[in-house]
């Protein structure tokens, strides 16, 4: 992992998280590996995936975790003496093992608002039914924002959803101030059940998964383009959790197994890219 001082890059960057939801570590690693994702790959330290630890096991903890701070920890056991494991951003509270000098540290319930506190415009795209707005529950995450964006066409059901997630995104980019500084937030639906038809088969599985993520990764230039066209850009990609395909007879997420546990996640810094005129 790339370490990353989030105090410099206050005021100076915009803020890009986009959750590849219920994408599993072995899937994005795999189609890493087979060349399905150039344009992921790309953006990977040495074009692969980290292997970490989702917060919690379904969308809904996973995100609330995230905003208030707690991103997918890493894998490997850490030295408790020298390595903490210490995290991007926080929401202060007493006694954080995890809050070290290049956290970005909150006094807020939780990030998006310490963002926009900050003088940040906070932009969500949904994607699962946890960001539709159809309900009290399903209005909870969406609330956090300055902006938030759900209909049909960005829902887990619609086969072109990582397009039009990623035109929704960049039509309001393109609305804020160039000197606005930007928290954006795309929960990207098409890795979520369902994805058969992305390789045409009759039931979700890893390798229609592995389709849909290649589906995804012809849409990301586009964002990441509109993005590093206003600033440099502190990004980090990851799962909220992954899903079981019958390993060990289980099947779906919410469950306690290592195909829901072990998400893939990335961070980095984008530079900005002056455009022609």
Not at 117 to 129: D, E, M, P, R, V
Not at 160 to 181: I, L, T, Y
Not at 188 to 204: K, L, M, S, T, V
Not at 206 to 226: C, G, Y
Request: charge should be negative.
């Amino acid at each position: 992992m790339s370490w990353i001082d989030a105090t410099t890059c206050l005021g100076s960057h915009d803020v890009l998280f986009v959750t590849l939801d219920t994408l599993r570590y072995d899937v994005a690693a795999e189609a890493a590996a087979r060349g399905e994702t150039p344009n992921l790959a790309r953006l990977l330290p040495n074009g692969a995936w980290e292997l970490r630890h989702s917060p919690a096991s379904f969308t809904f903890a996973a995100h609330q975790a995230f905003f208030a701070g707690f991103l997918p920890t890493p894998a490997e056991p850490r030295d408790v003496a020298q390595d903490r494991h210490d995290r991007l951003f926080a929401a202060r509270f007493p006694g954080s093992e995890t809050t070290g000098t290049g956290t970005l540290v909150f006094d807020t319930p939780d990030i998006v608002s310490g963002f926009a506190a900050q003088g940040y415009h906070t932009i969500c795209i949904g994607g699962t039914g946890f960001f539709n707005k159809r309900s009290p529950l399903g209005s909870v995450l969406p609330a956090l924002f300055d902006e938030s964006w759900w209909d049909e066409s960005l829902g887990v059901a619609c086969r072109d959803s990582a397009a039009n997630q990623v035109a929704r995104a960049v039509e309001r980019v393109a609305a804020q101030p160039a000197d606005k500084r930007l928290f954006v937030f795309v929960n990207i639906a098409a890795c979520h059940p369902p994805h058969h038809f992305y390789a045409g088969e009759e039931c979700d599985s890893a390798a229609s998964q592995r389709a849909a993520l290649a589906e995804v990764d012809r849409h990301v230039p586009a964002l990441l383009a509109a993005l590093q066209a206003r600033a440099p850009v502190l990004a980090i990609l990851c799962s909220d959790h992954g899903t079981a395909f019958g390993e060990d007879g289980y099947h779906g997420h919410r469950i306690g197994h290592p195909s829901v546990w072990d998400v893939p996640y990335a961070q980095m810094i984008l530079p900005y890219r002056e455009t022609a005129a």
